[in-house]
Nanobody, 121 residues
């Protein structure tokens, strides 16, 4: 059974930083692409960032490009979030898929439980 557990969310002021972590277990994740998605109240889940299993292919949503950085090391995947804005407030989810990296949440078969990020103005 694949398990993903996110951590690192919290309350931060606008302009601040947070680092989210995703711990994977249950498989050898060297062949898995990893993604971060987020969902704000009343909105659909949206793509944030994704990284291939090699780490060579990385994609970002336009809204976070230049502010967020995705990285991975062994069974851990990280999302460094800088210059946070109130519109970044959402539940952030880590996801995994045994295939090439993708921006589409429907392509990911494994999901964590989410971690809340709240950015105050």
């Amino acid at each position: 059974q694949v398990q993903l557990v996110e951590s690192g969310g919290g309350l931060v002021q606008a302009g601040g930083s947070l680092r989210l972590s995703c711990a994977a277990s249950g498989r050898t994740f060297s062949n898995y692409a990893m993604g971060w998605f987020r969902q704000a109240p009343g909105k659909e889940r949206e793509f944030v960032a994704a990284i291939s299993w090699t780490g060579f292919n990385i994609y970002y949503a336009d809204s976070v490009k230049g502010r967020f950085t995705i990285s991975r090391e062994n069974a851990m995947t990280y999302l460094q979030m800088n210059s946070l804005k109130p519109e970044d407030t959402a539940v952030y989810y880590c996801a995994a898929r045994l295939s090439v990296v993708s921006r589409w949440n429907t392509d990911y078969g494994y999901w964590g439980q989410g971690t809340q990020v709240t950015v105050s103005s």
